[in-house]
């Protein structure tokens, strides 16, 4: 099961880090989702519920009474303690017996699926260990959890290439399908009845995944799709992503439709597209074990501004995974709005996305790719878009 393969991930990553234990901590995670907790459990909690892993291999969960079973019967776990009307003296018992140094929790200024503990659950922590050093004890979880999610076990990728399988089934479906006359709405409509087929979740908001814009007035971003229509002369880019069995893909593809008597793109579209693929081509080149995030990406800046193209104003690629945005170190300028995540290291068996545009007269330019670090460097998850797909009004 990918949670047992997960847990002994973290214990590892807890020994490769030196931190004796991470305590996550976590209630009603239908309505209050747990990252962690989903990656590392067999399934949700009502009440207050604990779970320790330290760097000797402790693999301990505290549940309520009546989630027991599910945890015992699974054999992940070291040890399962169940409590009837209160967590506070298992929880204080078992911290009191291990005693460790640090406490990992998770709380992150830099990266949302590090950030899973609330502010109410970390005020009853606080109390629960009031008058014990422990509360005293803590640091932020997210070195652990950017490694843990980062670090793709082979069930993980083998998911995330079937997910980037269909994901191409439908960009192939909608090259034969395009046409003068629809609009954005009836594109999307395809994905949306795909989707139900396949029984498949949308990698992010189903109203506005996928995004879909045609020709100049279109606004790419994440909004949803219009009632704008497709005309000859227009570029069609689409940016979308499927989540399936828990993990997501994440692509953009380019078509634009001939005017009548063209039988290829304006010169001036071909040299946009070509920036932009030529931009990834390169970032990829870099991207491997050791180079940090910012440096992938300033190389890009570097490549499309000396194409005569402004900045694009996002970074260049992010991790996905068990979410579209799976957190830890990206691809990213050092901005503000991005934290500490340029400065993380990029590892092996990460997936990352490349993607950047432009915009022109006849719409925008986006391209949008998924790679799996290696040892040496990238390998592509799905064939790179390499020229413009032309659409016969």
Not at 149 to 164: F, N, P, Q
Not at 173 to 197: N, P, S, V, W, Y
């Amino acid at each position: 099961m990918l949670q047992a393969e997960k847990l002994a991930q973290a214990n590892q990553i807890l020994q490769e880090l030196d931190i004796d234990a991470w305590l996550i901590f976590a209630r009603e995670t239908e309505e209050t989702p747990e990252r962690a907790w989903e990656l590392l459990a067999p399934g949700m909690v009502v009440w207050q519920s604990a779970m320790i892993l330290t760097k000797n291999g402790d693999r301990i969960a505290i549940v309520g009474k009546g989630d027991d079973d599910e945890y015992r019967k699974r054999g992940w776990y070291t040890e399962v303690h169940a409590y009837v009307q209160g967590i506070s003296e298992i929880l204080r018992a078992t911290l009191t017996r291990l005693d460790p140094k640090h406490i990992a929790l998770n709380y992150s200024v830099s990266n949302p699926n590090a950030d899973g503990l609330t502010h109410g659950m970390f005020l009853t922590l606080q109390n629960i260990l009031q008058d014990t050093p422990y509360a005293e004890r803590f640091l932020s979880a997210d070195p652990i959890l950017s490694r843990l999610r980062g670090r793709k076990t082979v069930e993980e990728l083998k998911r995330i290439r079937a997910a980037i399988d269909r994901t191409l089934i439908l960009f192939d479906e909608t090259t034969a399908r395009l046409k003068t006359g629809l609009t954005e709405q009836e594109i999307a409509q395809h994905f949306h009845a795909r989707c139900d087929e396949w029984n498949v979740g949308t990698a992010w908001a189903w109203n506005q995944c996928p995004a879909v814009n045609n020709g100049p007035a279109s606004s790419a971003g994440h909004g949803g799709p219009s009632d704008i229509r497709l005309e000859p002369g227009h570029l069609v880019h689409i940016d979308f992503g499927i989540k399936q069995n828990d993990y997501c893909s994440d692509l953009q593809r380019m078509w634009y439709v001939l005017k009548p008597g063209e039988t290829e793109p304006p010169a001036h579209l071909v040299h946009a597209f070509n920036a932009v693929a030529k931009t990834i081509q390169e970032a990829s080149k870099i991207l491997r074990p050791g180079i940090m995030g910012w440096e992938v990406d300033a190389l890009a800046r570097e490549v499309i501004t000396s194409e005569g193209y402004p900045e694009y104003q996002h970074g260049l690629g992010h991790q996905v995974g068990r979410a579209v945005h799976d957190g830890g170190t990206g691809l990213l300028p050092r901005w503000e709005r991005y934290g500490e995540t340029p400065y993380g290291v990029v590892e092996e068996n990460q997936v990352y996305t490349i993607e950047l545009g432009v915009q022109t007269d006849a719409g925008y330019i986006g391209l949008e790719e998924d790679v799996l670090v290696t040892k040496d460097g990238v390998e592509w998850l799905a064939p790179p878009q390499r020229e413009l797909i032309l659409i016969r009004s």
